[in-house]
């Protein structure tokens, strides 16, 4: 008797093409729709998210100049800072893992007939450590090097591939205006930031043969500081602001000349902008939903009102009322599941396409498929099932006489 | 015979449609027996409740007072899955719409009463050719209600009514939307299915002509008997 229900009800289906397509489209537009907003949403969160987390959430930004407090104008240019800050900081804050000084220019880099304007940093190999960034062919700087500022560098790929292609740049000169450096190193390729800026477009030179040859002056323009593991990152800013303050003489009750940047204070605000707008995109989705479960709720509505008689046919050659509400019910299943699945799948597929041409990662999340699928499977179900049990509730007759 | 229990009995039936000021008397207290193999045909003017009575004995509609007895048996005692029972192997219905379903073709209309009753596939498709052949059906088996004539439609729907081998064919204005000759084809299929196939029919018509079939004539007038016994020419057409 299950068999013959089922194929009472699929014989049902096939027998209204236009119905069924209908109802099934409902579903599959609600299903598809959630199912490909909510993942890109996840999608770009995560990008967002794992780019913070490639820059180091452990990581402070030392820099002269008040940052957002200070009005144009309103101070002398704050002084710069100093190796010794650098050194300072890692002497005497003990949850400080290491600090690096960091300065960067812009420069035309030649090598041969190539040439390619490039970010050149100058800066030491605590740098790359803190924030975690591997050479993958040469090596880092020597101490030796380190302390007597020699002419070497370590290139990030894109100028890596703008100089030399394909081709091992280890051991080759580069010019830099009047400089001219010998490459030991390759940087990991980090690929494209989503802040729009090309990190691999790149090359460190030690911060002394930095300060010596590019921009002549013994000034550090940030340092970066690693928080010890475990360690707050608050409780280092505050440690390193009293450092400076005492270090850079400010009297008490005057503004700092200097601001402490945290990576955290970022992540957290950018991770924040991003579930803004995965909210926003799961409730259109839900909207979407919504108006998928109206569209099947109408069609189902109209179709039992249009198939009141039908149920008094059944009901008048000997079909138990439970045996109409069977079938109408397998019906239902049969539809809702036919559209959750063409709705999974056309959902996935967009996000998938979607996360291609946006780049993000492409990570459905099973709950949200199997949310919408189940939502869009109960209102088939429920509209399906009610109505045609208030029609095989009443006497046979009366859903006869129903137009 | 005489002791045999009639196989319908109404007993001061009535059914009352609305309340108060809006109530109709559709029946008001109807009492008739039919006895099993006869064929019955009740007349009336309209509004004279010959329909609901029909409906009545066909358990598509219960009544408001009084007893109908089915075999002897109080129909009010039975619940709705015993009235489905019932229907399903005791009634075949044929109605003045048809009501056949749509976009099904006229072999699984006729199988539908069997798909119910719980016929296997292959013995419902022989069942069911076999009383499509027996309305004169023969090459229509596969054509929608769409695609046939009223007549043809309404052979559908009596091969659907006889299917099942039912005790009683209940045929409410069976020719009222055909055409004499239509009509005529109509009546004697009934009358072959109550002579050769010793089915008991009760058939609501309002034409006398058709009425002439029957064995006997009920004429109902304000949701009672007025008259009940032989068709004007003596019954059994003519």
């Known amino acids: 008797m ?25 579903i599959v537009i609600g299903v598809a729709a959630v199912i490909a907003m909510v993942t890109v949403g996840e999608g770009s969160s995560r990008q967002v998210t794992s780019d913070v987390e490639k820059l ?21 240019v704050a002084k710069a800072f100093t190796l ?62 380190e302390q007597s500022g020699r002419s070497v560098c370590i290139l990030g790929e894109t100028l890596r591939q703008n100089l030399f292609g394909n081709t091992n740049p280890i051991g080759e000169t580069i010019r830099l205006n ?20 090309d990190q691999d477009d790149v090359l460190a030179l030690p911060i002394k043969t930095f300060m010596r040859r590019v921009t002549g002056s013994d000034d550090i323009s940030m340092i970066y500081v690693s928080v010890r593991d475990g360690q707050s990152t608050t409780r280092a800013k505050v440690e390193i602001e009293a450092l400076m303050r005492e270090r850079r003489r400010i009297g008490e009750g005057e503004d ?16 924040g902008i991003t579930n803004v707008l995965t909210g926003l995109l799961s409730a259109v989705a839900a909207v979407s939903l919504l108006v998928g479960g109206i569209g099947i709720m109408n069609i189902m509505l109209v179709s039992v009102t249009e198939r009141t008689r039908e149920i008094g046919i059944r009901l008048a050659v000997g079909a138990q009322a439970s045996q109409v509400l069977m079938q109408f019910l397998v019906e239902a299943i049969v539809l809702s599941m036919i559209g959750g699945l063409i709705g999974i799948v056309l959902g996935l597929g ?54 | 015979m005489a002791a045999a229990i009639p196989l319908i009995e109404f007993r001061d039936v009535s059914k009352i449609y609305g309340h108060g000021e809006a ?120 054509h929608d209600p769409s695609e046939l004539s009223g007549g043809q439609q309404q052979r559908v729907a009596i091969a659907r009514a006889l299917v099942g081998s039912p005790e009683l064919i209940l045929a409410d204005e069976p020719t009222g939307n055909l055409d004499t000759r239509m009509s005529r084809e109509i009546m004697e299929v009934l009358r072959d299915l109550n002579e050769k196939d010793g089915m008991t029919i009760v058939m609501v018509t309002h034409e006398e002509d058709m009425a002439e079939y029957a064995h006997r004539l009920i004429w109902m007038v304000d949701g009672k008997v007025e008259r009940d016994g032989k068709p004007r020419h003596g019954g059994s057409g003519r």
């Not at chain 1, 180091?56 to 009005?71: A, D």
């Not at chain 2, 798909?115 to 069942?127: D, F, H, N, S, T």
């Open chain 2, 23 to 142: 109530e109709v008397r559709a029946l008001d207290g109807a009492s008739f027996k039919i006895a099993e193999g006869d064929f019955v045909a009740i007349m009336g003017p309209s509004g004279s409740g010959k329909s609901t009575a029909m409906n009545l004995i066909g358990c598509l509609d219960s009544p408001t007072s009084g007893e109908y007895l089915f075999s002897g048996v109080p129909v009010a005692s039975l619940d709705r899955d015993q009235l489905a029972l019932l229907r399903r192997n005791y009634f075949g219905f044929v109605f003045q719409g048809y009501n056949l379903l749509p976009r099904t073709s006229a072999l699984d209309n006729v199988e539908l009463p069997l798909v119910y009753k719980g016929v296997g596939r292959a013995e419902r498709r022989q069942l069911a050719l076999e009383a499509l052949a027996k309305v004169g059906l023969k090459g229509r088996e596969h």
């Open chain 1, 56 to 76: 180091g959430t452990n990581i402070l930004m030392v820099m002269p100049g008040g940052g957002g407090q200070q009005g144009p104008g309103s101070r002398t």
């Open chain 1, 84 to 145: 010794k800050d650098v050194d300072a900081i890692i002497e005497q804050i003990g949850i400080v893992e290491t600090a690096a000084p960091y300065g960067q220019s812009s420069t035309m880099a030649i090598y041969g007939a190539q040439s390619a304007r490039t970010t050149v940093v100058g800066t030491d190999n605590r740098y790359l450590a803190a924030i975690d960034w591997p050479i993958v062919m040469g090596r880092a700087f020597l101490a030796s090097e």
């Open chain 1, 350 to 403: 967009l996000a998938a396409l979607a996360s291609n041409l946006l780049a993000i990662p492409f990570q459905p999340n099973p709950l949200v498929v199997a949310g919408a699928f189940l939502f869009s499977f109960v209102v088939g179900i429920i509209f399906g099932y009610f109505p045609a049990r208030r029609a095989a509730k009443l006497d046979p007759i009366e859903a006869l006489r129903h137009q």
């Open chain 1, 256 to 271: 700092d000349d200097f601001s402490i940047m945290d990576m955290k204070q970022i992540a957290s605000m950018l991770s």
């Open chain 1, 178 to 197: 009047a400089l001219t450096c010998e490459v030991v190193g390759l940087l990991e390729a980090k690929g494209a930031s989503s802040f729009g800026m």
């Open chain 1, 2 to 26: 299950i068999l013959e229900t089922i194929r009472l009800a699929v014989q049902a289906i096939f027998r209204n093409t236009m119905r069924s397509t209908l109802t099934v489209l409902g």
